[in-house]
């Protein structure tokens, strides 16, 4: 059976276009893209008036923590998968920082099964560089992608023994395989709260300064010029990053770079009155780093937004500002969050979706993220003009550690598809 979706507003990232169409779906798959004025009168198919809403690939989401296994209690796959639906999201790349971490076949195995039963959405996992995430002894690599796993990454425990992650890559590179990794110089971000600067100061908290990013990243960037492997910067939040990566990009390096979305919408002031729902790591950053971050998106120069999803159970965020976990969930809110920026003038529709959608499925060799006939019919059907106030207390998530809780957002979702069907409906 066909399904047409008539009269909306196609978002396509690869062509850098919006305009009105149909789009026809058939058997999972994109089969065609019609003009507004087309005859559609004579094709049998299932029909899905979108009234001019925006239609744009699914959100491709790398770096979601579901806490399964060990600790099911502040999300499970199921409940991922409903918050993802929600927001858009129609492929989420979980990370591996899970206990016992995702460093095994067996482990990776399970993760998969569980997945495969109870998310709704698409689900791909990571698996860790090194056993435990301690940073002492890599993974067995070719065994774990025989497995199924996508990247590899340490999530945000950074390898300090640059001859343990020299021979990583080297050996990451031998077999294709992605490396993704937090770039924190460790020594100086260990303890921080916030960022460092006049506002850290103020309120006595332990801050950390923005060159910590910048020295992780350059001595990854040496490192790549070593190996050649394929590499993703989790998280670029500062402006004193940049150059390092612009250089490394025009060097001719396999290297991509992301950012979370509470670092493109949110700035340190924020925590305003020790607010821990505002507590993330890296933490949040100056107005200029925001902005930044937000022109380096528009330029390319940083590829990929994501949604840095952190589940935390209340227990771990009811406590003073230093103690508190960092983290916060954003499944639902990634998409009407990211629209703030649209909604500023900052990022077209186009340009949003090619780093939400098109630039993560590029990155990890997925077909996705666009809107040509053959591509899966992942798909998201939202207003971007719709308004709401958020309440944590209805998100999908089993967490609800949201900086957004009581915000005016703009942007609702009406719709989600994976592989042309509609989980949810």
């Not at 990013?213 to 998280?235: N, P, S, V």
């Amino acid at each position: 059976m066909k399904t047409l979706f008539e009269n909306a507003r196609l978002i396509d990232p690869e062509a850098g276009t919006e305009a009105p169409g149909h789009l026809l779906v058939q058997d999972g798959r994109i089969l065609d893209r019609l003009e507004p004025g087309a005859e559609t009168g004579g094709i049998e198919a299932r029909r899905i008036a979108c009234g001019g809403a925006c239609l744009a690939p699914g959100i491709v989401d790398i770096g979601v923590k579901v806490s399964e296994p060990g600790e099911r209690h502040k999300e499970s796959f199921a409940s991922a998968g409903r918050a993802a639906l929600a927001g858009g999201v129609t492929t989420i790349v979980t990370r591996p920082d899970t206990l016992p971490a995702i460093d095994t076949p067996e482990t990776l195995e399970f993760v998969a099964r569980r997945a495969s039963a109870d998310a709704a959405v698409n689900v791909l996992p990571m698996a860790a560089l090194t056993k435990g995430r301690d940073g002492r002894e890599m993974t067995e690599i070719g065994f774990l992608l025989d497995a199924g796993a996508v990247a590899f990454s340490d999530a945000d425990r950074v390898v300090t023994d640059t001859r343990v992650f020299s021979r990583a890559l080297t050996y990451a590179k031998s077999l294709g395989a992605l490396v993704i990794a937090h770039v924190q110089e460790p020594g100086l971000s260990a303890g921080a709260a916030v960022t460092s600067g006049k506002f850290a100061s103020l309120r006595g908290l332990p801050g950390v300064s923005p060159m910590a990013e910048r020295m992780a990243l350059d001595r990854d960037i040496a490192l790549l010029e070593m190996t050649g492997a394929a590499y993703h910067a989790d998280q670029i939040t500062t402006a004193r990053a940049l150059p390092a990566l612009e250089r490394a990009k025009a060097n001719g390096l396999d290297i991509t770079a992301g950012v979370g979305i509470h670092h493109l919408t949110l700035n340190e002031l924020d925590v305003a009155d020790y607010r821990t729902f505002f507590k993330l790591k890296p933490p949040l950053r100056a107005e200029e780093d925001r902005m930044a971050a937000v022109e380096a998106v528009g330029s390319g120069l940083i590829d990929i937004i994501c949604s840095m999803h952190t589940p935390q159970d209340e227990e771990s965020k009811r406590l003073p500002y230093e103690e508190a976990a960092s983290g916060a969930v954003a499944l639902e809110t990634l998409l009407p969050a990211a629209l703030r920026l649209v909604h500023a003038g900052q990022l077209t529709l186009p340009q949003l979706f090619r780093a939400l959608s098109l630039n993560p499925a590029r990155r990890l060799g997925l077909a996705c993220g666009r809107l040509a006939p053959g591509a899966p019919a992942d798909l998201v059907l939202f207003d971007p003009e719709a308004s709401f106030r958020l309440d944590r207390f209805t998100l999908r998530s089993k967490s609800r550690n949201t900086p957004f809780d009581g915000a005016i957002l703009q942007g609702s979702v009406l719709g989600t598809w994976v592989a042309g069907v509609r989980p949810d409906a």
